[in-house]
């Protein structure tokens, strides 16, 4: 696995933590502006989620990282993007999919006690393409 630094978010909180994860999944872009990408191709996406928080659950985790992978390479690795519910009525870009991945983790962490934060996704789809979504303060409401 790639070990890089990430664009950093600025903040107050105690703890900062961070989990990788890459996948196989494949899609397309439904639209003739698209060029190639209209057509149904595949990426080993690489993904880098931020999350932050004051306080530690019962077990000492911010959140437990293995419940980060169930969230979003389980949900989406070896897959066709564009087959999954979310993506029915949007095309599947890096943006889409960075923008998703924050809404499906922040999800989550709402109904955690110690309530964590999910700063930033990062979705990188080639070696030198990646995304980065950062939600603004009323989307954290």
Same mark, same amino acid.
């Given at each position: 696995?790639?070990?890089?630094? !990430? ?31 209209? !057509?149904?191709?595949?990426?080993? !996406? ?25 969230? *979003? ?27 998703? *991945? ?40």
């Amino acid at each position: 696995m790639l070990q890089q630094f !990430y664009p950093q978010v600025p903040h107050t909180f105690r703890f900062e933590l961070n989990k990788d994860m890459h996948l196989a999944a494949a899609h397309f872009i439904n639209d003739e502006h698209a060029g190639a990408c209209q !057509y149904t191709h595949g990426h080993t !996406y690489f993904i880098n989620v931020t999350i932050a928080g004051d306080e530690l659950d019962s077990t000492g985790f911010l959140i437990n990282f293995k419940d980060i992978k169930t969230l *979003i390479h389980k949900r989406y690795d070896h897959s066709l993007l564009n087959e999954h519910p979310e993506y029915k009525d949007v095309n599947p870009t890096t943006e889409v999919v960075a923008k998703q *991945i924050w809404e499906t983790v922040q999800t989550h962490l709402n109904t955690l006690t110690n309530n964590p934060t999910c700063l930033q996704v990062l979705v990188r789809e080639t070696p030198t393409s990646y995304v980065v979504y950062r939600p603004k303060p009323e989307d954290l409401k």
